[in-house]
Nanobody
Framework: QLQASGGGLVQAGGSLRLTCAVS??????YGWFRQAPGNEREFVAA????????YYADSVKGRFTISRDRAKNTLYLEMNSLKPEDTAVYYC??????????????????WGQGTQVTVSS
């Protein structure tokens, strides 16, 4: 199971850190996705556990950092230089996607409940 937390209201240019507590077996990949009202769920970032390889959506590259603490079974998303267009419900996910599907929501079988991030201008 996955339990996301850490969302909130922040001004543009500010920072937030999302946390996702993970229980159960180790998955091949852990990711963050987001969904804004009226939009489809979109990929934000992912980490492959075997190689510790990181993937980012172009829209967040250089501003967001995904990381995982194996000892604490916790996934993080550090978000800096936040913009109003980052406003969305953020979901953590775990699954065993093959490499080409690491940024696809269909590649993940386990999802957290979502945490709201609101960035004001």
């Amino acid at each position: 199971q996955l339990q996301a937390s850490g969302g909130g209201l922040v001004q543009a240019g500010g920072s937030l850190r999302l946390t996702c507590a993970v229980s159960g077996r180790t998955f091949r990949s852990y990711g963050w996705f987001r969904q804004a009202p009226g939009n489809e769920r979109e990929f934000v970032a992912a980490i492959l556990t075997s190689h510790n390889k990181l993937y980012y959506a172009d829209s967040v590259k250089g501003r967001f950092t995904i990381s995982r603490d194996r000892a604490k079974n916790t996934l993080y998303l550090e978000m800096n230089s936040l913009k109003p267009e980052d406003t969305a419900v953020y979901y953590c996910a775990a699954g065993d996607p093959i490499i080409i599907y690491v940024s696809a929501s269909a590649g993940y079988s386990n999802w957290g409940q979502g945490t709201q991030v609101t960035v004001s201008s």
